[in-house]
C-alpha cells in the first residue's frame, strides 16, 4: 500500500502524509493557538466576571449612572461565546460526539492535538482559530507601550491613560473603561484636561458628567484662594479649568455624588 501525501492544508506548501491533514510546522502553530487562546480567554473571562459583579445589585457596588458599563461586558461575553462555539465546531470536525465548556475543552484538545490535526477541516479551523485569538488580544493585552490619558473614570474621576489598539480596561476602582467610548466622551467634554467654563458653568459641569453638587460660589472660592493652581482666567468670566484638579477638590468637597 503506498503512502498517499498531499498539501498540508493550512500552509499548503508541506506535503502531509494521510492521515495528517497539517505539517508539522502547522501542529506546532495549532498547539501554540491554543495555549493564546486559552490565556487571552482566562484574561478576558476576568474582565467579563469583574463587570459582572460591579453590575450585581447588593454585590456592595453604587447603583449604575447613566453610563453603565454593561455593553463592554456584554461585548466580552459574547465573544467569548463565539470563540467557545468555534472551539467546538474544530472539536466535533475532529470526529468526537461529545463537547464542553471552553475552560475544559482546550486542555483537552491541547492532550488530543494530533486527532485535531487529522480532522478534514484541520486548515480552516486553525485559520479562524489564530484570527479569533488575534480578536481578543487587544482586550487583554497588558505590553507596557506608551500611554497617554484619554480622560477620567466616570466612577471614581481618575484619570485613564490608554495606549494604541487598546479597546478595553479596567480603572483601579474596578469600573470597565470603553477606551474608545471615553476617548469620543472625553473629546465631546473639550480635550479630556482642560474645559473652559465660568464658575457657575463648571458647577453644572460637575453636577451633569459626575453628579457632584459644587455651588459656583464655592468653585469661586477655591479660585480666588488658589486651590485650582493650574486653572487659569481667560476674558469675560471664563476660566480654564484643569479638570483633575477641580474633580479632585469636587470629590473632596461636602457635594456628594447625586
Ligand atoms: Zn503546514
Ligand atoms: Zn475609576
Redesign the pocket.
Known amino acids: 500500500m503506498s503512502i498517499q501525501t498531499e498539501p498540508c492544508q493550512y500552509c499548503g506548501s508541506q506535503q502531509v502524509e494521510q492521515p495528517w491533514t497539517l505539517c508539522q510546522t502547522c501542529r506546532r502553530t495549532y498547539a501554540k493557538t491554543l495555549h493564546q487562546l486559552r490565556r487571552n480567554m482566562q484574561l478576558l473571562q476576568r474582565v467579563a466576571l469583574h463587570e459582572y459583579k460591579l453590575g450585581e445589585p447588593g454585590a456592595g457596588s453604587k447603583p449604575q449612572g447613566g453610563e453603565a458599563p454593561a455593553p463592554v461586558n456584554m461585548h466580552a461575553i459574547d465573544l467569548l461565546d463565539e470563540v467557545e462555539s468555534l472551539l467546538q465546531d474544530a472539536w466535533y470536525d475532529a470526529g468526537f460526539v461529545w463537547s464542553d465548556k471552553w475552560q475544559l475543552l482546550i486542555p483537552r484538545m491541547q492532550t488530543h492535538l494530533a486527532w485535531l490535526c487529522r480532522a478534514c477541516n484541520a486548515g480552516r479551523f486553525l485559520r479562524r482559530l489564530i484570527r479569533m485569538s488575534r480578536r481578543i488580544e487587544p482586550y487583554v493585552d497588558r505590553r507596557p507601550r506608551t500611554r497617554r490619558i484619554i480622560g477620567v473614570?466616570p466612577?471614581?474621576g481618575?484619570e485613564i491613560q490608554a495606549a494604541k489598539g487598546e479597546s478595553l480596561l479596567l480603572?483601579?476602582?474596578g469600573?470597565p473603561i470603553n477606551v474608545q467610548q471615553l476617548r469620543e466622551q472625553s473629546r465631546d467634554k473639550a480635550e479630556a484636561i482642560h474645559l473652559t467654563k465660568t464658575p457657575a458653568g463648571m458647577s453644572q459641569w460637575l453636577k451633569d458628567n459626575y453628579g457632584y453638587e459644587v455651588s459656583r460660589k464655592q468653585i469661586s472660592n477655591w479660585l480666588n484662594r488658589g486651590k485650582l493652581p493650574s486653572s487659569k482666567p481667560v476674558d469675560g468670566g471664563y476660566w480654564e479649568f484643569n479638570i483633575r484638579e477641580i474633580l479632585a477638590l469636587a470629590m473632596g468637597s461636602s457635594g456628594r455624588p447625586a
Open positions: 473614570c466612577e471614581c481618575r480603572c483601579k476602582c469600573n
